[in-house]
């Protein structure tokens, strides 16, 4: 606790950067530079690393998983591409930050749950401004059930409550709204944060080839072998999807190598596990 108050009001950095522990709505997120990378700031949401932004380098992942998604989300369209995204789950923003270099034209909107740290992001990070990107304030599920029939192209779920995605944004009936929203040709690409027996991830991985007619997996051996906690990228998808030779060997080339599964892989994987339902 006396190293919590310590931090607390730490004077801001240059650029308006505040390193240290500052109260949000959901609890607590501290600012915490990073030691390999004189540009690098972490952010911690509740105690855990919720994501990274290089101040310099705006297209620069740190995290594994975010590097996963995103070659799989430019395997898949032109830069040219003026990609609708709708991003469920903010922290600061890398991936958006990313992709706004990826896709100059995208159109992006960022739904986070915690009104606060929407404000401290904005303040801290050099973030695109509307219509290039927008932060909206609400509850995941609660705003994609508001939006649009064919109003995106792709769909990123990157909420958790700890280290859990909260059931109702992982539900048949919540991915039917995800469906409905967006248009032909459009992803939907969920992280999943699972314990080494991947139950979670094989009902994942079930319930989203129910909804799409194609569905890929990312992830490395280890966590797919149930050797440890970690991440896996699910997406799905009425097109094909993966299918660029390219991405598989830019996956394997990684800082982390991760196997990309599709088909028969896939189906292998989630059967038999339970369709998640409401």
Not at 73 to 79: A, D, F, G, H, I
Not at 88 to 101: H, I, P, T
Not at 119 to 134: G, I, K, M, N, S
Not at 194 to 204: F, G, H, I, T, V
Request: charged residues 25%; proline residues 7%; aromatic residues 6%.
């Amino acid at each position: 606790m006396g190293r919590q108050r310590e931090r607390k009001g730490a004077p801001a950095a240059e650029g308006g950067l505040a390193p240290g522990i500052h109260p949000i709505d959901t609890g607590t997120c501290e600012l915490v530079p990073d030691r390999f990378n004189p540009n690098g700031w972490v952010l911690h949401i509740n105690g855990v690393p919720s994501s990274h932004i290089d101040t310099a380098d705006p297209a620069r992942l740190d995290f594994e998983y975010m590097r996963w998604i995103n070659s799989l989300v430019t395997s898949q369209w032109p830069s040219s591409q003026r990609l609708r995204v709708l991003h469920l789950g903010g922290g600061a923003c890398s991936l958006a930050r990313s992709f706004a270099v990826s896709f100059p034209e995208a159109r992006q909107v960022v739904v986070e749950l915690d009104g606060e740290l929407a404000r401290l992001v904005r303040e801290w990070f050099d973030l695109p401004r509307a219509p290039l990107l927008r932060i909206r304030v609400g509850e995941a599920r609660a705003v994609t059930e508001t939006l649009s029939e064919n109003s995106r192209d792709l769909i990123i779920r990157d909420v958790f409550a700890g280290s859990r995605t909260p059931l109702p944004l992982t539900t048949r009936e919540f991915l039917g709204h995800a469906h409905r929203v967006l248009d032909a040709g459009g992803v939907y690409v969920v992280n999943c944060g699972d314990s080494p027996d991947l139950s979670m991830a094989k009902r994942e991985a079930a319930t989203i080839s129910e909804a799409f007619a194609h569905t890929v997996i990312i992830a490395d051996p280890p966590m797919l072998k149930g050797r440890r906690y970690g991440n896996v990228i699910i997406a799905g998808s009425d097109a094909p999807l993966g299918e660029d030779p390219a991405l598989a060997r830019e996956l394997l080339g990684g800082g982390v190598p991760a196997q990309l599964w599709s088909g028969e892989q896939v189906a292998r994987f989630g059967r038999g596990a339970q369709i998640l339902t409401d």
